[in-house]
């Protein structure tokens, strides 16, 4: 069974910065590219960053130089740091991976105040 559970977020100022995280089931991590999504009312979910198994990242343009995704494959935890925040950052993120079937998470709220 495939679990991903979110946390670390929160409500901040903009300008500030949140870290989250996200803990994997131990079989799935490894070998697996991970990502976050994020998803504001009205709108569709949207991609904002993935990390590759062989540790290669991709960024939404709307968060490059500002956010950073990385993994800790021996503690099976997937983080977003996240700097710089700004108000249209505020959203529900998830952490999603494929392994034959699209998995998420619960889902962690971010609020960035102006």
């Known amino acids: 069974q495939v679990q991903l559970v979110e946390s670390g977020g929160g409500l901040v100022q903009a300008g500030g910065s949140l870290r989250l995280s996200c803990a994997a089931s131990?079989?799935?991590?490894?070998?697996?590219?991970m990502a976050w999504y994020r998803q504001t009312p009205g709108k569709q979910r949207e991609f904002v960053a993935r990390?590759?198994?062989?540790?290669?990242?991709s960024y939404a343009d709307s968060v490059k130089g500002r956010f950073t995704i990385s993994r800790d494959n021996a503690q099976n935890i997937l983080y977003l740091q996240m700097n710089s925040l700004k108000p249209e950052d505020t959203g529900v993120y998830y952490c999603?991976?494929?392994?034959?079937?699209?998995?998420w998470g619960q889902g962690t709220q971010v609020t960035v105040s102006s």
């Open positions: 999603y991976c494929y392994i034959f079937s699209d998995y």
């Open positions: 131990g079989s799935i991590f490894s070998g697996r590219s």
């Open positions: 990390i590759f198994s062989g540790g290669s990242k």
